[in-house]
């Protein structure tokens, strides 16, 4: 599903990378976390992978293809079958909840009956389906993001990228969001999640990759805080 071959990436000539020789492999179906400070190249990476950057080195392969190569049309092709969920809901305030949701299947040209069936099929396992035709501005911000997650998983993605989804939102938005994550993995979507919500990996926990000072290390998600609020000790935990 997700194949990264010595990649590394930076900015700026001369610079230190961002992100410094990495490979791993996520195969499909799996959930994988990404992990590390703030800053230690967590956006970055999942930039790559969703094909908003290219890489200054190395390989990426995306659902069998090398992305390091392909056309932009091949690029757009890949993009629709990827979900991406962002730190910050990227809603459009002036159509509702359900509009919002729609969108994709839309763009796929969808017909009207078969969009209806999906998006209130979706809202209603968010327990949101009575604020479908709501503005997504007299939401709350849990209740944003769980709309922002409904409609990058609407069109049903092979890949479902999420970028800290819960970093500002309560702990029963964050469970609703990773129940639906948890169910769609079940049915066999590739998950990669990043996160440094320590409830979050205690509660939910899933194999690991964590950054730090540029490289990977694969760790299962229960020993990410192995000292208490510190992230001295990982190294001998890979």
């Given at each position: 599903?997700?194949?990264?071959?010595?990649?590394?990436?930076?900015?700026?000539?001369?610079?230190?990378?961002v992100?410094?020789?990495?490979s791993?492999?996520?195969a499909?179906?799996?959930?994988?976390?990404?992990?590390?400070?703030?800053?230690?190249?967590?956006?970055?990476?999942?930039?790559?992978?969703?094909?908003?950057?290219?890489?200054?080195?190395?390989?990426?392969r995306?659902?069998?293809?090398?992305?390091t190569?392909?056309?932009?049309?091949?690029?757009?092709?890949?993009r629709?079958?990827?979900?991406?969920?962002?730190?910050?809901?990227?809603l459009?305030?002036?159509?509702?909840?359900f509009?919002?949701?729609?969108?994709?299947?839309?763009?796929c040209?969808?017909?009207?009956?078969?969009?209806?069936?999906?998006?209130?099929?979706?809202?209603k396992?968010?327990?949101l389906?009575?604020?479908?035709?709501?503005?997504?501005?007299?939401?709350?911000?849990?209740?944003?993001?769980?709309?922002?997650?409904?409609?990058?998983?609407?069109?049903?993605?092979?890949?479902?990228?999420a970028?800290?989804?819960?970093?500002?939102i309560?702990?029963?938005?964050?469970?609703?969001?990773?129940?639906?994550?948890?169910?769609?993995?079940?049915?066999?979507?590739t998950?990669?999640?990043?996160?440094?919500?320590r409830?979050?990996?205690?509660?939910?926990?899933?194999?690991?990759?964590?950054?730090?000072?540029?490289?990977i290390?694969?760790?299962?998600s229960?020993?990410?805080?192995?000292?208490?609020?510190?992230?001295?000790?990982?190294?001998?935990?890979?």
């Open positions: 599903m997700l194949y990264f071959d010595q990649v590394t990436l930076t900015y700026k000539e001369n610079d230190s990378p992100l410094d020789n990495i791993f492999r996520i499909r179906g799996e959930f994988r976390y990404l992990t590390g400070r703030n800053g230690a190249g967590k956006s970055s990476l999942m930039s790559l992978v969703a094909m908003a950057t290219q890489p200054s080195r190395g390989q990426i995306l659902i069998g293809q090398d992305v190569r392909c056309a932009r049309h091949q690029r757009q092709a890949l629709r079958k990827m979900g991406v969920l962002f730190q910050e809901p990227r459009i305030d002036h159509i509702s909840v509009d919002n949701v729609a969108l994709p299947l839309r763009l040209h969808i017909s009207e009956q078969n969009i209806h069936t999906s998006v209130i099929e979706l809202l396992w968010l327990d389906d009575h604020k479908a035709y709501d503005l997504p501005t007299a939401l709350s911000g849990g209740e944003r993001q769980a709309v922002s997650l409904a409609r990058g998983v609407v069109h049903r993605p092979l890949l479902i990228l970028d800290e989804p819960t970093a500002h309560d702990n029963e938005s964050s469970k609703r969001i990773l129940r639906l994550l948890s169910e769609l993995n079940k049915l066999g979507t998950v990669m999640m990043a996160t440094h919500d409830w979050i990996l205690e509660s939910w926990p899933r194999p690991a990759l964590h950054l730090e000072g540029g490289k290390m694969q760790i299962p229960r020993e990410v805080f192995a000292a208490p609020d510190s992230y001295d000790n990982l190294s001998s935990a890979a």
